[in-house]
């Protein structure tokens, strides 16, 4: 139930179009879902993050799309550049805890051919 | 504001021995989270430290431990080393337990002989 799912595991996609990053989880105390990019040798740079109180968050080319009800949420990178190539890590944690640790998905690398 | 530091950047131990990471946390955060990353893994939560006690802790042995100190920074013990310690050992820092983003530092290669 700790579990967070991410898919797919890599990711092609020409520079300009739109890349798609999908997550699923299952613990309903769940209640902030970021999104992480690392670049090899790197630690996670925070991205985006959404509270399920809203559907969507969009900043610059980001968009996190949520839906509570399935259990889903994902990332939209629009206008993709070569310069977004990098691992990409879904998360979620249940900042109403004692502890706001972070449960990973296993990654998806997306490569922007140019 | 200076970001969250660690050191050293890589290390390399041979299995049995002893290991001592740093993490300086991000300046006006409270709160330190050590995360075990895997090649080719998502990080994998280790614990974590607020007010120098810890706050909770992954599916770790004892054999990882920890320490925080008064200005926050944190070290991250690892006695009798074994192969599968091989990781990216990364540091979170938040600015108050429970509510916020965590921003993680460079990391700390480490791999065990």
């Known amino acids: 139930q700790q579990q967070v799912k991410q898919s797919p595991q890599s990711l092609i996609v020409q520079k300009g179009g739109i890349s798609i990053i999908n997550c699923a989880y299952e613990n309903t105390a769940f209640d902030y879902f970021p999104w992480y990019q690392q670049f090899p040798g790197k630690g996670p740079a925070l991205l985006i993050a959404?509270?399920?109180?809203?559907s969507e968050k969009k900043e610059g080319r980001f968009t996190i799309s949520f839906n509570k009800s399935a259990k889903q949420f994902s990332l939209h990178i629009m206008d993709s550049q070569p310069g977004d190539s990098a691992t990409y890590f879904c998360a979620a944690a249940a900042y109403g805890g004692a502890t706001n640790k972070l449960i990973f998905g296993t990654g998806t690398l997306l490569a922007v051919q140019p | 504001e200076t970001g969250v530091t660690q050191s050293p950047t890589h290390l390399i131990k041979t299995r049995g021995q002893q290991v001592t990471l740093r993490c300086s946390s991000q300046s006006g955060h409270n709160t330190v989270s050590w995360y075990q990353q895997a090649l080719g893994q998502g990080p994998q939560f280790i614990f974590q430290?607020?007010?120098?006690?810890?706050?909770g802790r992954g599916n770790f042995p004892p054999r990882f431990s920890g320490l925080q100190f008064p200005n926050y920074s944190s070290e991250l013990n690892v006695n009798a080393l074994e192969l599968d310690d091989s990781a990216l050992y990364l540091c979170?820092?938040?600015?108050?337990?429970?509510?916020?983003?965590?921003?993680f530092g460079p990391g700390t290669r480490l791999t065990v002989l």
């Open positions: 959404i509270r399920p109180d809203v």
């Open positions: 979170a820092s938040s600015s108050r337990q429970g509510r916020n983003e965590q921003f």
């Open positions: 430290y607020y007010r120098e006690e810890e706050n």
